[in-house]
């Protein structure tokens, strides 16, 4: 299984991706975060390492979500066997789960958020994580959910950010996760506004745990002077 999360705020550029799996490292694969551009994940029953390339070429042409996709699904000979998520710096996604995926294989779209997932242990993962994400960043998570109107987010909901993806990870992973169990997680955060976050736990009984004790040292004064001192262009 690999489940993933993608978000961009259009008024900001701010990008953030999150992602977890039952196998090693999957932060050094999966997810791809471009600040002001959009984000994607390729998963799967096997990732493909060259879709990232074509989807950020796509989307820096001023292309669709959809139209990056399609370009990089119709060039792939072994396309039934990925699920790629790609979201523009609009906030709109769009999904290819391929024939070939192993159930269960699920994915739910909204304006600036989106998940998907294969070899879930339930379909209801994605929706836990996707809902989970609505409640802690937005203040009208269930018509965002249920109509799929434009989330409004809580004033400074970025600030917090990485918290948010990390207790949205583990709302899923307790509704399930990974059918063999879940070993590695990441998340990335890329902004204009601050230094790139970019955590992952390459293996571990607990990687959601793993992730929270890594944006503890994140967190703590050193480290966080040392980020606030970074360029941020």
């Known amino acids: 299984m690999t489940l993933s999360l993608l978000h961009v705020q259009p008024a900001t550029g701010t990008v953030a991706a999150l992602t977890a799996t039952g196998g090693v490292a999957v932060g050094g694969y999966v997810h791809h975060a471009w600040r002001g551009l959009g984000a994607c994940a390729t998963q799967g029953l096997a990732t493909n390492p060259w879709y990232p390339q074509g989807i950020r070429r796509a989307l820096r042409r001023h292309g ?11 060039a ?3 396309a039934s066997r990925r699920q790629c998520l790609v979201m523009a710096a609009d906030g709109q996604a769009a999904v290819h789960s391929g024939g070939d995926n ?16 294969n070899l879930l242990a339930d379909a209801s993962v994605v929706e836990v994580l996707l809902r989970r994400f ?8 269930e018509a965002a959910w249920a109509e799929g109107v434009a989330p409004r987010y809580r004033v400074g909901y970025e600030t917090c950010l990485l918290e948010t993806l990390i207790e949205t990870l583990e709302a899923a992973l307790q509704a399930g996760g990974d059918s063999r169990g879940t070993r590695s997680a990441a998340l990335r955060i890329e ?21 929270r004790a890594l944006a503890r040292r994140v ?9 606030a001192s970074l360029p941020t262009h």
């Open 76 to 78: 792939d000979a072994g």
């Open 102 to 117: 192993r159930p269960v294989v699920a994915a739910e779209l909204r304006p600036t958020v989106a998940a998907a997932g």
């Open 134 to 141: 609505l409640t802690l960043a937005c203040t009208n998570p």
């Open 64 to 74: 669709s979500a959809s139209d990056a996709l399609r370009q990089v699904v119709e």
């Open 219 to 227: 967190r703590a004064p050193d480290f966080a002077a040392f980020l």
């Open 191 to 211: 902004s204009f506004d601050a230094a790139p976050i970019d955590l992952r736990v390459d293996w571990d009984d607990d990687p959601a745990g793993a992730l």
